[in-house]
T-cell receptor, first 112, second 112 residues
Framework: QKEVEQNSGPLSVPEGAIASLNCTYS??????FFWYRQYSGKSPELIMSIYSNGDKEDGRFTAQLNKASQYVSLLIRDSQPSDSATYLC????????????FGSGTQLTVLP | KAGVTQTPRYLIKTRGQQVTLSCSPI?????VSWYQQTPGQGLQFLFEYFSETQRNKGNFPGRFSGRQFSNSRSEMNVSTLELGDSALYLC???????????FGQGTRLTVV
């Protein structure tokens, strides 16, 4: 079983819709959860971090964390074509806080 | 604040050679982590340095090594290059434990 799993996609949504990206993780001791956006040919860019159960909103982005279910999600409201990218879920190691394990990413395409 | 700076951006090396990559973290960040990104394996943790000490190491052969200097700049070295070492090498810096990691632009290494 992979430590961090994401729905691999690709995921296509029309412009203005809500894009929902999901991630599950295997290690219950993980404390820090991150979403990165990576455009083709570029490096990952941190867009959200979440540490506590519940929702965290930042502009059009909402991260949701449920530690009991070992589940993290990212919602993108009012999706724009510029949101088209690969979204990577990252989870820290309980034994090495700055060691991140990444999912394989979900490729999102927002159709104009 | 300047971001994470990696040099060089691109490298082409021959099998059997060695290579050194450099990373300057965000000012004030003392933690530097290195990751390898390939299409097949995704983003994988190589190692992390904090205050000039290697704190964690991923599951990579001993040909991969690194170090950190007193100004927090870090280098990673790969000896006896193999074709499979062709990848995007990413450096990330963090301020302290359990906080966000910010990536540099990466070094694209091609081994021929």
């Amino acid at each position: 079983q992979k430590e961090v799993e994401q729905n691999s996609g690709p995921l296509s949504v029309p412009e203005g819709a809500i894009a929902s990206l999901n991630c599950t993780y295997s290690d219950r001791g993980s404390q820090s959860f991150f979403w990165y956006r990576q455009y083709s040919g570029k490096s990952p860019e941190l867009i959200m971090s979440i540490y506590s159960n519940g929702d965290k909103e930042d502009g059009r982005f909402t991260a949701q964390l449920n530690k009991a279910s070992q589940y993290v999600s990212l919602l993108i409201r009012d999706s724009q074509p510029s949101d088209s990218a690969t979204y990577l879920c990252a989870v820290n190691s309980p034994l090495a806080a700055r060691q991140l394990t990444f999912g394989s990413g979900t490729q999102l395409t927002v159709l104009p | 604040k300047a971001g994470v700076t990696q040099t060089p951006r691109y490298l082409i090396k021959t099998r059997g050679q060695q290579v050194t990559l450099s990373c300057s973290p965000i000012s004030g960040h003392r933690s530097v982590s290195w990751y390898q990104q390939t299409p097949g394996q995704g983003l994988q943790f190589l190692f992390e340095y904090f205050s000039e000490t290697q704190r964690n190491k991923g599951n990579f052969p001993g040909r991969f090594s690194g170090r950190q200097f007193s100004n927090s700049r870090s280098e990673m070295n790969v000896s006896t290059l193999e074709l499979g070492d062709s990848a995007l090498y990413l450096c990330a810096s963090s301020f302290e434990q359990n906080t966000e990691a910010f990536f540099g632009q990466g070094t694209r290494l091609t081994v021929v």
